[in-house]
C-alpha cells in the first residue's frame, strides 16, 4: 500500500477533488483524510444521480495515466485515438485491484486468532519438553529410544517457535506503521489493528465496480460521439458536484498524518 505509486495517485486526487469541492470552508484546504473516506465516494453523487465522485476520481486518473503511456510509445501516432488512450488508463487503474490482492488476504485475517495459535503452539511444545524430563527417569530401552527421538523434534520445534514469534512480532510492528502512516495515530486501532485492510478491499471492490462502469460509460461516449463524460476534467471546481461536508471525518486530529504523501 505505501510503495504502491497508483494507489499514492488516488489518494492524492481524492483529497484534490475534495480540496476543491471544499474550497471556500474550513475544510477546503486539508492535507490528508483517513482512508474510512474512500468508502464515501460513491455517497457523492452528480446531478445525473448516478454518476459519483470516485467516477470522476478514475476518469481524471484514467486520462493522465494513458497520456503518460500514449507519450512513453514509439508509435504514438497510433495512440492518438482518445479510445485508445481511455482503455490504456483504464487497465492501469483497473490493474490496482490485482497490485493490492495481498491486502484482501490480510483483511480476511483475524489479529486475535493468530496470536492463539502462535501462543497454544508454544504451549504445546513446552508440555512436550516436560513429558521429555520426567521421561528421562525411566530405565527402559523403548523409553530411551522414544527420548532420543523428541529431544531431536523438541529442538527443532524451539527453534521453529522462536522464528515464529518473532515473525509474529515483526508483522504486527508492520501493520502499526502501515495504520500510523495512513492514519497517524494507530493507538485508536489497536483492537483492530487489521481494520485498515479492511477498508482498503472494501474500496477495491467498490473500484472494480466504477471501473467497469466508466469502460463501458467511455465505449459508447466514443461509440455515439457524444460527450466523454458528464463531469468536466479541467482543473476547476466541478460544477457537476455540490458542495459537500462530509468528505473529511469530524475530527482533524484523526487526520493529522498525509494519506497521499
Request: glycine share 6%; hydrophobic share 40%; net charge positive.
Amino acid at each position: 500500500m505505501r510503495n504502491s505509486r497508483l494507489f499514492l495517485k488516488l489518494l492524492e486526487a481524492v483529497l484534490k477533488a475534495g480540496n476543491r469541492m471544499n474550497v471556500g470552508t474550513n475544510r477546503g484546504d486539508a492535507h490528508a483524510f483517513k482512508l474510512d473516506t474512500l468508502l464515501k465516494l460513491v455517497d457523492v453523487k452528480g446531478t445525473d444521480g448516478k454518476t459519483t465522485l470516485l467516477h470522476f476520481v478514475v476518469q481524471e486518473i484514467i486520462r493522465t495515466e494513458g497520456s503518460r503511456l500514449s507519450a512513453a510509445k514509439t508509435q504514438a501516432n497510433t495512440l492518438q485515438n482518445d479510445l485508445e488512450c481511455k482503455k490504456l488508463g483504464l487497465q492501469v487503474v483497473a490493474g490496482l485491484i490485482g497490485e493490492l490482492g495481498n491486502v484482501k488476504k490480510a483483511a480476511a485475517m483475524d489479529s486475535e486468532v493468530l496470536s492463539s495459535y502462535v501462543s497454544k503452539l508454544a504451549g504445546g511444545i513446552g508440555k512436550i519438553g516436560d513429558v521429555l524430563r520426567l521421561n528421562e527417569a525411566l530405565n527402559s530401552s523403548s523409553s530411551k529410544q522414544f527420548h532420543e527421538a523428541m529431544r531431536g523434534f523438541l529442538k527443532k520445534a524451539e527453534d521453529e517457535i522462536i522464528k515464529v514469534q518473532a515473525q509474529e512480532s515483526v508483522a504486527f510492528s508492520l501493520v502499526k506503521e502501515v495504520t500510523e502512516y495512513f492514519h497517524g495515530n494507530s493507538a485508536k486501532e489497536e483492537a483492530r489493528p487489521f481494520r485498515i485492510f479492511m477498508v482498503v478491499r472494501d474500496f477495491l471492490s467498490i473500484l472494480d465496480q466504477v471501473c467497469k462502469e466508466v469502460g463501458k460509460i467511455n465505449e459508447r461516449s466514443i461509440a455515439s460521439s457524444a460527450r466523454q463524460f458528464p463531469v468536466p476534467v479541467n482543473p476547476t471546481l466541478p460544477p457537476l458536484f455540490p458542495m459537500i461536508q462530509a468528505m473529511r471525518p469530524e475530527s482533524s486530529d484523526d487526520e493529522s498524518s498525509s494519506s497521499s504523501s
